[in-house]
């Protein structure tokens, strides 16, 4: 097997020059929201691997899902500046995975009996669809 040559090791000096400031915070916020996720999953029983894998997973999603419209909230309602906050916001969102899934669960559980109430109201005020 050939030893990578110094075109690949320029080719990937110039990706690095490149997409680094690009890429770099996201890399960041991944890697703030799998050490919070593996912190939650070390605090509970995952069963298997892949019910760990899937754990972090979706700790991470959630993660870059919705680290920046907190962090949004966060620069705008105190003095933190936003590029410090996002990394602690990720840590955050990724330790308290469940909470955040089942207060989103809640929400859209009350929206859909707010929903359901005000539709039966609507169709009872019509005569019952008659």
Known sequence: MTEPGPVSFSLLALAVAFLGPVIGPYALLVFAACFGAALALSAQDAGTRMAGIRFVVGGVVLALLLTGP??????????????IAFVPVAFILGVGRNLVVDFIRK??????????AFLNAAAARRGGGK
């Open 70 to 83: 907190l962090v949004y909230l966060v620069h705008r309602f105190t003095d933190v500046p936003g590029n």
């Open 107 to 116: 929400a859209f559980d009350a929206l859909a009996a707010a929903l359901g």
